[in-house]
């Protein structure tokens, strides 16, 4: 759970679960320029890839299956490979569960604007005061 300034955020799992993925959707071409890469295992990919197709027949998307990667209990390994390794991780669901309601919360209103403004196809305006003390 995180708390900024009096702001308590506890997220569902299916919440996290959509906003790491919205975060893969936006996220993974800036991971290269840091030098960082995923990888999985491809048995885990068939096997997500399959799953996939059998329920969606309109295609899908690369970030759809390493979602399903995780759904399905396997992992992704986040390598660094300009470091010797230093900052390599593994993200398992359990750490999307945990990890995502600990975002900084400006970045949380961000996807939720943007998912709002996708639903209602239209322009909102929002304006947030946020006061520091």
Not at 1 to 29: I, P, Q
Not at 64 to 72: C, F, G, P, S
Not at 74 to 81: Q, T
Not at 101 to 110: A, Q
């Amino acid at each position: 759970m995180k708390t900024t300034k009096g702001v308590e955020l506890k997220l569902s799992k299916e919440k996290s679960e959509e906003f790491f993925h919205e975060a893969l959707c936006n996220g993974l071409d800036y991971l290269s320029g840091y030098g960082l890469s995923i990888k999985y295992f491809e048995t885990d990919y068939k096997k997500a890839k399959n799953v996939l197709q059998s329920k969606n027949k309109n295609g899908i998307c690369y970030e759809d299956v390493l979602m399903q990667i995780l759904k399905n209990g396997g992992s992704l390994k986040l390598i660094d490979n300009e470091c010797d390794g230093e900052y390599n991780s593994t993200i398992k669901l359990t750490h999307v569960h945990e990890r995502v309601e600990k975002t900084p919360i400006e970045h949380l209103i961000e996807l939720i604007i943007k998912k709002l403004k996708m639903f209602y196809k239209a322009k909102i305006k929002v304006v947030f005061v946020m006061r520091m003390f």
